[in-house]
């Protein structure tokens, strides 16, 4: 069985940092993309960061934290990093850790999320 376990949320104010980790325990399939989702209250989840473990780990961001959030893995530790600085008031949300497989099943997995919270 799967679990994420995140950690790192919490309060910044506007223009700090945060670092978000997500460890998995149990069985992943090697072939995977582990991302960062977020929703904010009275919004749908987003995609903010995605990381695949092929492509020599190639990235994807959202427009919105390009040049303040970096997204990044250790394979070893079946862990993924989101590395958050310049934080704004609008990057308040609750952040879910995500690891699709991309093998023939395509199992998905979901953290728990993690509050962060930007005060202005």
């Known amino acids: 069985q799967v679990q994420l376990v995140e950690s790192g949320g919490g309060l910044v104010q506007a223009g700090g940092s945060l670092r978000l980790s997500c460890a998995a325990s149990?069985?992943?399939?090697?072939?995977?993309?582990m991302g960062w989702y977020r929703q904010a209250p009275g919004k749908q989840r987003e995609l903010v960061a995605r990381i695949f473990s092929t492509s020599g780990g190639s990235t994807n961001y959202a427009d919105s934290v390009k040049g303040r959030f970096t997204i990044s893995r250790d394979n070893a530790k079946n862990t993924v990093y989101l590395q958050m600085n310049s934080l704004k008031p609008e990057d308040t949300a609750v952040y879910y850790c995500?690891?699709?497989?991309?093998?023939?099943?395509?199992?998905?997995?979901w953290g728990q999320g993690t509050q962060v919270t930007v005060s202005s």
């Open positions: 995500n690891i699709l497989e991309l093998g023939r099943s395509r199992a998905n997995y």
């Open positions: 149990g069985s992943i399939f090697s072939i995977n993309v």
